[in-house]
Nanobody, 123 residues
Framework: VQLQASGGGLVQAGGSLRLSCTDS????????VGWFRQAPGKEREFVAA????????YYTDSVKGRFTISRDNAKSTVYLQMNSLKFEDTAVYYC?????????????????WGQGTLVTVSS
């Protein structure tokens, strides 16, 4: 598994972005994938996660109803659709995968990490 996160950028509050996490080795179809974020001066926190087949999804409370995680295993890609963005969503977003097929909220439950993509929400 080799993850590449993309799709970050600058957006106004209330806007939308879609992040993508692609496995260039096309091997993570059996792995759960999670998104985490780290804002300046803060610890990395869980955002959302999805099981290997998309049947189980978890979200942190602050993004429920605004963010949607999904995956397309044929494209070896997991998406994070972010709507109604708020200033406090500003962070570097990381995707992580495996080794389990079911998702967990803890960062130590993942062993493969992408490089991060910056999301900046202007107020």
């Amino acid at each position: 598994v080799q993850l590449q996160a993309s799709g970050g950028g600058l957006v106004q509050a209330g806007g939308s972005l879609r992040l993508s996490c692609t496995d260039s080795r096309r091997t993570f179809s059996n792995n759960a994938v999670g998104w985490f974020r780290q804002a300046p001066g803060k610890e990395r926190e869980f955002v959302a996660a999805i099981s290997w087949n998309g049947g189980i999804t978890y979200y942190t409370d602050s993004v429920k109803g605004r963010f949607t995680i999904s995956r397309d295993n044929a494209k070896s890609t997991v998406y994070l659709q972010m709507n109604s963005l708020k200033f406090e969503d500003t962070a570097v977003y990381y995707c992580a995968a495996g080794p389990r097929s079911v998702p967990v909220r803890q960062s130590n439950g993942y062993i493969y990490w992408g490089q991060g993509t910056l999301v900046t929400v202007s107020s």
